[in-house]
């Protein structure tokens, strides 16, 4: 039993085969994290005895013929989503000790399809970064190469998955935070249209952009992980009444007919050549699929940068602004008054990026400055969401890179925020704009590093990127079969 390199329809045939247990599976994985994470540095915590139990649960499941495809399939989530009796710290010194009293609605919907919670995973504080690094727990690793960040906020999920220490992963994406560390690791991430999955229960960095969705080892898994965590929330009010449509369906369909757009801004010269390489060899790959793909272009791509930061900072400054030290959390010592209660337990308790984004959100929602800067982006914002309407009458799909370069190293963008900040050139606008995009690798750059694709659907479009995304995992079954053993692990 390859650990490493098993997949959700993997576990499921082997339980109904009878060719393992669902808890030899599960001890099996928390082997492979013993050996694997003191150099990966993925999980926050973890919760074998709990996990034991369900997957006991599991297999009896199993043995009576019952259970879905998540039956007995362990899984982990980024720890900003609650888990009731378990720690959920968002990687922050303020919620260091915070336990939940009730459990995030796309964690119960997994669970109760019976996957196996492993544990926690590491992320950039509160979602905040882009490298795993803003954590208060340590740095979590690349699985390709250790010396390199996994990408970030899900980074934590992302190396996971890549390095066999969970078959899929929940992340968050707020700007690209499953897309990005997805593209650094090797291994898929989907983004869903924003309300398709519940955010109830996920720690709200910025509510109008937050979406939680799956990473995994290949597009057919991440399907069957939407399946299972989509659909409305009555305490979610804005989760969606769309049904619940069966993402697997019609996946095999292929490439041919799909009209691609490919816009000129996302191949520019800020593209490493690495990447813009294999990026060619995919446009390439699906022409001969029978896609038809043409350039195309997104006149606003330059203004998205700067309209994300500001919105997600503002909205950022109003959910962060719970945290004082009076209600839970953190809460700081030594205090003169009320006020200085406030200004040390949030002066300790966050981080220097999430610091820098309350003050920015704050300025930005001041009265001398509202009008000039957050108003301004909102107006960005309908701009951005009515040119990716106009652009998807005619295409089915936009493609480009999902990130700029290949995983960067530990510490090299630390002194240049900015510069961190423009790695998400390509996601951002899919969240400003609330549609759905994934993540597949599509090769390797001259660094041996994994180069990531991204396919940008109309909103509730995921079955059409599931389609297209399969069908180049077909021709290029670059994961599992050639690569799944190439992280030294």
């Given at each position: ?12 045939r082997?339980l109904?085969?009878?060719?393992a247990?669902?808890v ?10 013993e050996s ?11 919760c074998?005895?709990k ?7 599991a297999?009896?499941k199993?043995?009576?013929g019952e ?6 399939v ?10 009731e009796?378990?720690?959920t710290t ?8 915070f ?21 926690k995973?590491n992320?950039d ?6 490298s795993t ?12 190469d250790?010396r390199?960040?996994p990408?970030g906020?899900?980074?934590g ?11 899929f ?15 650094f ?5 989907l ?9 109830h ?17 290949t ?19 804005t989760s969606?009444e ?22 000129s ?8 050549p ?15 699929m029978?896609?038809v793909c043409?350039e ?17 900072s ?17 809460r700081?010592s ?6 200085d209660?406030?200004?040390k337990?949030?002066s300790?308790g ?7 984004r ?10 001398g400055y509202?009008?000039?800067y957050y ?7 309908r ?6 309407d ?13 990130a ?11 002194g240049?925020?900015l510069?961190?900040?423009?790695g998400?050139?390509?996601?951002v606008?899919?969240n400003?704009?609330?549609?759905p ?12 590093l ?5 396919l ?7 079955r059409?990127i ?5 069908a180049?995992?077909?021709e290029?079954?670059f994961?599992?079969?050639?690569e ?5 692990l």
């Amino acid at each position: 039993m390859e650990i490493a390199r098993l997949t959700i329809k993997d576990i499921s045939r082997m339980l109904r085969n009878r060719e393992a247990s669902a808890v030899e599976i599960t001890n099996g994985f928390y082997e492979r994290i013993e050996s694997t994470d003191a150099k990966i540095g993925a999980y926050i915590s973890l919760c074998r005895e709990k996990a034991l139990e369900d997957a006991a649960n599991a297999q009896k499941k199993a043995d009576a013929g019952e259970g879905g495809l998540l039956n007995g399939v362990p899984a982990a989530v980024k720890d900003n989503m609650c888990t009731e009796g378990m720690a959920t710290t968002c990687a922050s010194r303020m919620l260091e000790n915070f336990i939940p009293p009730y459990t995030a609605t796309a964690v119960e919907k997994i669970k109760a399809e019976g996957a196996v919670l492993l544990g926690k995973l590491n992320l950039d504080e509160f979602a905040m970064g882009s490298s795993t690094g803003n954590s208060y727990f340590g740095q979590t690793k690349n699985p390709w190469d250790e010396r390199r960040v996994p990408g970030g906020s899900s980074g934590g999920s992302a190396a996971a998955v890549a390095s066999g220490q969970a078959v899929f992963a929940l992340g968050s994406d707020t700007g690209g935070s499953i897309r990005q560390p997805a593209a650094f690791c090797g291994v898929v991430g989907l983004k869903p249209t924003y309300g398709t999955v519940s955010r109830h229960g996920l720690v709200a960095f910025a509510s109008s952009l937050d979406q939680i969705g799956p990473l995994t080892k290949t597009v057919e898994d991440s399907a069957i992980v939407l399946n299972a965590i989509s659909g409305r929330d009555q305490r979610d009010s804005t989760s969606m009444e769309t049904g619940i449509p069966d993402y697997t369906e019609g996946i095999d369909g292929g490439a041919r007919g799909l009209m691609i757009g490919v816009p000129s801004q996302y191949l520019s010269d800020g593209v490493s050549p690495g990447v813009r390489k294999q990026i060619g060899e995919a446009i390439k790959a699906y022409e001969k699929m029978g896609a038809v793909c043409e350039e195309t272009s997104i006149e606003l791509a330059d203004y998205a940068i700067a309209a994300y930061y500001i919105i997600s900072s503002a909205e950022a400054s109003s959910n962060l602004a719970r945290y004082d030290g009076i209600k839970y959390g953190y809460r700081s010592s030594g205090y003169a008054n009320l006020t200085d209660l406030y200004n040390k337990t949030r002066s300790e308790g966050f981080g220097s990026e999430a610091k820098r984004r309350i003050m920015l959100g704050t300025y930005v929602l001041s009265s001398g400055y509202y009008d000039a800067y957050y108003k301004k982006a909102l107006r960005v914002r309908r701009l951005i969401k009515n040119e990716f309407d106009a652009l998807f009458k005619k295409y089915d799909l936009i493609l480009g890179p999902t990130a700029p370069t290949t995983a960067f190293r530990i510490g090299e963008k630390e002194g240049n925020p900015l510069e961190m900040y423009m790695g998400d050139v390509f996601t951002v606008s899919v969240n400003i704009a609330g549609l759905p995009a994934i993540s597949i690798p599509c090769g390797l750059d001259e660094n041996n590093l994994p180069v990531g694709m991204q396919l940008i659907g109309k909103a509730f479009g995921e079955r059409t990127i599931l389609r297209a995304a399969k069908a180049f995992e077909m021709e290029f079954p670059f994961l599992i079969s050639e690569e799944g053993g190439r992280h030294g692990l």
